[in-house]
């Protein structure tokens, strides 16, 4: 075994002695519920624009898109574009790398992976901020409810011209929303990569941290996943097709981060 091949099996150790040490995991949603209280998530930017999420969810993005190279991230929620440029910047360096690795003189105007931002209310202040950033030319935005009819069809038009799909799910957290965010835009998921659904947590939390929200314990993220990995179980097994549609959790993951927003919701396609 080489140096790297012994490193990387130590670290694999350690993240599994992480989600075996439960002392841990208590410890760090204790931390996670008490920064709930200072907007802790609000306070970090992305290349310039605010990105409402956590550093360690931050870093497994772009983990994550670094291995499966994708061609297009489709995200459901823009707020500020922090995400948006996040993507964006990732999917440049990747096409630097490939440029570097052929030997071929990168065209910065050549766009062929694209972040496509789907919300229902892109304000004119955020979309005038993200279209004025340098990661612009990569970035798609269509404004509508992503679940609307109309929404899900243009997505699957664009999605025509692409070959690696990265799906990130964070708009509203309502169960049924989310369940039909989930039904209009995993399957778009290719296979390796991930459909990732954010703020699972809430189902974690005290219902009295939403007091204004539509959602809580019971009705949020989270349950929804649970909804749709059941639906496609007991579709999978009736269906004849040899390559059914399914995804599995990446528990790794979410023992690595011990903070997350998404428990439960890094859902890779298998």
Request: glycine content about 4%; overall charge negative; charged content about 25%.
């Amino acid at each position: 075994m080489n140096a790297i091949e012994e490193f990387e099996r130590e670290r694999r150790k350690n993240i599994a002695n992480l989600g075996q040490d439960q002392v841990l995991k208590d410890r760090a949603f204790q931390w996670f519920q008490h920064s709930l209280q200072h907007k802790y998530s609000y306070n970090f930017s992305s290349l310039g624009r605010p990105i409402i999420q956590y550093p360690q969810d931050m870093v497994a993005m772009q983990e994550l898109v670094w291995q499966v190279r994708p061609d297009l991230i489709i995200e459901t929620g823009i707020a500020h574009g922090g995400s948006l440029i996040l993507n964006a910047s990732m999917l440049a360096l990747l096409d630097y790398c490939d440029a570097v690795e052929s030997g071929q003189t990168l065209d910065p105007k050549a766009t062929r992976r694209r972040v496509l931002g789907i919300d229902i209310d892109i304000r004119a202040h955020n979309r005038a901020a993200i279209e004025a950033h340098p990661m612009s030319h990569r970035i798609d935005m269509i404004q509508g409810s992503s679940i609307a009819p109309d929404v899900i069809a243009q997505v699957h038009r664009l999605a025509k011209d692409h070959q690696r799909i990265l799906v990130i799910l964070d708009s509203n957290h309502t169960h049924d929303h989310v369940l039909a965010e989930l039904e209009a835009y995993a399957p778009l998921t290719s296979p390796g990569s991930y459909c990732i659904v954010f703020d699972t947590v809430v189902e974690d939390l005290p219902d009295a941290m939403f007091p204004n929200r539509p959602w809580g314990k019971g009705n949020n993220p989270k349950t929804a996943v649970w909804e749709y990995l059941r639906r496609l179980k007991e579709e999978n097994r009736s269906a004849a097709d040899d390559a059914p549609l399914a995804f599995e959790v990446d528990s790794a993951l979410e023992c690595k981060l011990l903070i997350t927003v998404a428990p439960n919701g890094y859902l890779r396609r298998v």
